[in-house]
């Protein structure tokens, strides 16, 4: 099986002169993995390998997704095969898949019932740092033969980062403090703690995160008090049971507005649209100081 380049930018195929295979890799799982011919049907289980995708112009190998591929909206369109722990193996079958790529939420115990089935495994574990994700970028060019777009998009990544990092730097003792709502209410307070992607998308937006000095996602409301944040950046379907509840209506931060709903696509997972996030957290930071 050789695809012959019949799709927009992915004409270039990985060249490997010790190795007749098309693609050779150790995954995630410390698998070594090879692919004797380029898959033209794959079956993707994470939302961030299915937003890379689109991104790089190779979609139409795309045949069907997980249940949490909600974007781009296209994605929603493909057939399902369940969840990343649920995965409906029938459905699977059904579409004679060349290769099965999935992120880190998939077990290995999956990973090799699914093997058994003939039908070949890509664990691309979804990075941990959003710098990273040009690698994410790299891998899955390959895979497709977008390798010369993926590369673009890589390089590109990359470029935004370092900005966004020299902008950091210009910030430096102006940072305005954020708090990312990730859980709130009787079940306990919760936000992200230095070393999580979160943490690193505030960063690079230029503020300090609150969570910089805990190493748990859970904190105490005696903790948030004292924060006192600039700025709050809550889940769009979380806000308004939010500012309506006591005792966070006590914050500043909510009594000033400067409470800002977003998509949790943006910032929950490690995926393309993190820039999204950074670029808002940004704005909202500007809008405060002018």
Same mark, same amino acid.
């Given at each position: 099986?050789?695809?012959?380049?019949?799709?927009?930018?992915?004409?270039? *195929?990985?060249?490997?002169? %010790?190795?007749? $295979?098309?693609? #050779?890799?150790?995954?995630?799982?410390? @698998?070594?993995?090879? &692919?004797?011919?380029?898959?033209?049907?794959?079956?993707?289980?994470?939302?961030?390998?299915?937003?890379?995708?689109?991104?790089?112009?190779?979609?139409?190998?795309?045949?069907?997704?997980?249940?949490?591929?909600?974007?781009?909206?296209?994605?929603?369109?493909?057939?399902?095969?369940?969840?990343?722990?649920?995965?409906?193996?029938?459905?699977?079958?059904?579409?004679?898949?060349?290769?099965?790529?999935?992120?880190?939420?998939?077990?290995?115990?999956?990973?090799?019932?699914?093997?058994?089935?003939?039908?070949?495994?890509?664990?691309?574990?979804?990075?941990?740092?959003?710098?990273?994700?040009?690698?994410?970028?790299?891998?899955?060019? *390959?895979?497709?033969?977008? %390798?010369?777009? $993926?590369?673009? #998009?890589?390089?590109?990544?990359?470029? @935004?980062?370092?900005? &966004?990092?020299?902008?950091?730097?210009?910030?430096?003792?102006?940072?305005?403090?954020?708090?990312?709502?990730?859980?709130?209410?009787?079940?306990?307070?919760?936000?992200?703690?230095?070393?999580?992607?979160?943490?690193?998308?505030?960063?690079?937006?230029?503020?300090?995160?609150?969570?910089?000095?805990?190493?748990?996602?859970?904190?105490?409301?005696?903790?948030?008090?004292?924060?006192?944040?600039?700025?709050?950046?809550?889940?769009?379907?979380?806000?308004?049971?939010?500012?309506?509840?006591?005792?966070?209506?006590?914050?500043?931060?909510?009594?000033?507005?400067?409470?800002?709903?977003?998509?949790?696509?943006?910032?929950?997972?490690?995926?393309?649209?993190?820039?999204?996030?950074?670029?808002?957290?940004?704005?909202?930071?500007?809008?405060?100081?002018?």
């Amino acid at each position: 099986m050789l695809l012959l380049g019949s799709f927009a930018g992915c004409h270039q *195929q990985t060249e490997n002169p %010790r190795s007749s $295979a098309f693609f #050779e890799w150790t995954d995630s799982y410390g @698998r070594a993995v090879a &692919l004797d011919t380029a898959p033209q049907r794959i079956v993707s289980l994470s939302p961030a390998i299915t937003e890379i995708f689109y991104m790089i112009g190779a979609e139409k190998k795309l045949v069907a997704v997980s249940d949490f591929c909600q974007y781009p909206p296209e994605a929603t369109k493909l057939p399902s095969v369940g969840g990343m722990r649920n995965i409906n193996m029938e459905a699977l079958l059904e579409q004679h898949p060349d290769v099965l790529l999935i992120g880190s939420m998939v077990s290995q115990k999956d990973v090799e019932a699914i093997e058994k089935m003939n039908i070949p495994v890509v664990t691309i574990k979804e990075e941990s740092n959003i710098e990273g994700m040009a690698d994410m970028i790299e891998v899955i060019g *390959q895979i497709t033969e977008c %390798r010369e777009r $993926a590369n673009e #998009e890589a390089a590109r990544w990359r470029e @935004r980062v370092a900005q &966004l990092k020299q902008e950091k730097a210009a910030q430096k003792g102006n940072e305005k403090s954020v708090y990312y709502v990730v859980g709130f209410g009787d079940a306990g307070d919760f936000t992200a703690p230095k070393g999580s992607h979160i943490h690193e998308i505030i960063e690079l937006a230029g503020c300090r995160n609150i969570g910089e000095t805990v190493s748990n996602w859970n904190v105490s409301r005696e903790f948030l008090f004292k924060s006192d944040p600039d700025i709050i950046i809550i889940r769009a379907e979380d806000c308004d049971a939010f500012k309506s509840q006591y005792p966070y209506t006590q914050l500043n931060a909510v009594k000033k507005g400067h409470i800002y709903p977003v998509e949790s696509g943006w910032i929950d997972v490690v995926s393309t649209r993190n820039l999204k996030a950074i670029e808002f957290i940004q704005q909202k930071a500007r809008e405060i100081d002018s």
